[in-house]
């Protein structure tokens, strides 16, 4: 036997399957050589799971330190059964194999980029210097990501909270950038337009953009107080106010600044956007979804019904590289920081 | 005021949004300059709609007519309020403005490739040729097309139900075309696999796939059926069997075929096929979904799960010469035309 880069030697239960659809993992810490083990400082649980497991609990802390440990123990994994979502951990590498691809080493402190759910993991401190209130668990024990994993340095130069809060959405810049290069080698110098741009996965996109070559980018805001946010940290060429959720009005808020866009940039997490993305940009133009609240069908139906020929990609949370390029634009660019740590001292 | 290539001067209510999204369009015979009006023969009534209206009529024939006729008189176009489907129609080419893009004129056969519920439209035979049982409804009034839809003329040497059977999914071929076309164009000629292969979508795409380069076209298939129907079609250089929903299963199946695919074509309606698309799709490949089974989240999340790099495409319905393109292939290939006309027979 040898070991698979996405982890099904680590399946225990049912067997065959990918470790994200596994009841159970076998989480033991000696590592196979495309391996790497983790020592595990904290966990960061995702928001919908702990909200579930507090309000089963009755908000009780001890009973959902008590119900986490329980489904570590029991799964190997941080999963939790109800809603299928896990989180995320920050940890420093505590042994890589000699075969592994991801480029890290001993004492190296990093943020595993792929999720909890199909992560190997064994806590040894029950813990106990978490009281069960918030996402945030200090924790002490061990991670095994394979070959096929995603991980990040934790940069030295800034907190952990703010590399955290990129990591989080550093797919979006990443594949704008790539989809914004594609236009530029063939010579077009795109119009880019990011709805929601006053976010967090928004405004590392329009800098994404202005730096891939856009000729212009539009960030389309829902509220004047962002707007003001927006044009202030100076990451747009144009800032426009409109309901995304409203195809018309979105469509002429676009051009009016400037549009028909080449390439629009969904980071609004609120459902109906499908057919105003897709009407706001221009014929053979390219639509990239990266909200979790866009519908398939939506967008499918949506641009046929309006004769649309537009591309349109689902939101691909992985290009390689990028967690770095993510933090190269933050550290460029002072109103994306800006923002970001107003967005963090808000939380 | 002038016309919307969209259709905003026809929505009547609620003010300012699509024709899809209102409740009532102004389905007046008086064409605008880029409008066209259609004779209606033939209404195709969704699926899901007719089943619905049938059930909550208890079957009967009278009160499902009385029920269409109804939606139509109240809303100036066929939606059922229920399901939000509509359906497609066939008919004759009455009047085309000077200013139409679509391409018809008066005389020609044509069918809609946009939704009913999108299309004003009137009937004036009390839809009397029509018993209420079954989703064909002969019918005579007026429908009409904006600027921007999606018409496409009957051709003569096809029997009406094998052309409607194939612009029914005549957006899957096209945009497989596309992408490889795109592979071959910078040097690559891409191995591509089509999950569901011996459907409709699917036989067509093998085709489209071989037609516009492809080095290897593997289809996938879940039952043995299905295998040898689509080996005696000679559609797919390689034929192969899979549960599209292991996805563990289907990267191996697609291994032993050839694979990893540089591109999947995913065309079943099944659920849960996402993990396997992205599993068995090469590094830097591509995967088209579409189903409308696929589930946006399920594609994205899998896709940064596996830490792979691969560009997943939403499956537009509509790009531009896309019925004519089937037709061809449709034409071309005997063992596509024996495919359709085998499965017309069973339905």
């Not at 509220?223 to 309901?243: C, G, H, I, N, Y």
Request: proline share 6%; with cysteine.
């Amino acid at each position: 036997m040898s070991s698979s880069p996405v982890g099904l030697h680590r399946v225990l239960a049912p067997s065959g399957v990918l470790p994200q659809a596994a009841e159970k993992l076998d989480a033991s810490p000696g590592i196979w050589p495309d391996e790497v083990r983790i020592a595990v400082e904290r966990l960061n649980l995702d928001a919908a799971s702990y909200r579930q497991l507090a309000e089963a609990h009755g908000g009780d802390g001890t009973a959902i330190r008590r119900a986490v440990l329980d489904i570590i123990e029991t799964r190997g994994k941080m999963q939790n059964p109800v809603t299928g979502s896990g989180g995320m951990l920050v940890g420093v590498v505590d042994e890589a194999g000699p075969d592994s691809p991801l480029g890290v080493k001993p004492g190296d402190r990093v943020a595993t980029l792929v999720s909890l759910t199909l992560t190997p993991l064994q806590i040894t401190d029950r813990l106990r210097e978490w009281d069960g209130e918030g996402e945030q668990v200090p924790a002490q024990g061990h991670a095994i990501l394979f070959a096929r994993s995603i991980v990040a340095k934790l940069p030295d130069d800034l907190k952990p909270e703010l590399s955290l809060a990129v990591m989080d959405v550093c797919g979006a810049p990443a594949l704008t950038a790539r989809v914004v290069r594609s236009y530029v080698d063939k010579g077009i110098k795109p119009v880019v337009s990011v709805i929601g741009g006053a976010g967090k996965s928004g405004s590392l996109s329009l800098v994404a953009a202005r730096t891939a070559g856009a000729a212009r980018t539009i960030g389309v805001v829902p509220v004047q107080q962002e707007k003001e946010r927006l044009e202030s940290a100076a990451l747009a060429d144009v800032v426009t106010l409109a309901d995304a959720r409203d195809p018309v009005a979105l469509a002429k808020a676009v051009e009016d600044a400037g549009g028909p866009a080449d390439i629009t940039v969904v980071c609004v997490d609120v459902p109906g956007c499908e057919h105003g993305a897709v009407l706001s940009t221009a014929a053979g133009g390219t639509v990239i979804f990266f909200s979790m609240a866009t519908s398939f069908s939506a967008a499918a139906l949506g641009a046929e019904g309006l004769a649309a020929d537009v591309t349109m990609l689902v939101g691909n949370g992985y290009v390689p590289g990028h967690a770095d390029y993510a933090m190269e634009l933050l550290r460029a660019e002072p109103g994306v920081r800006g923002l970001f740590e107003s967005r963090l001292a808000e939380d």
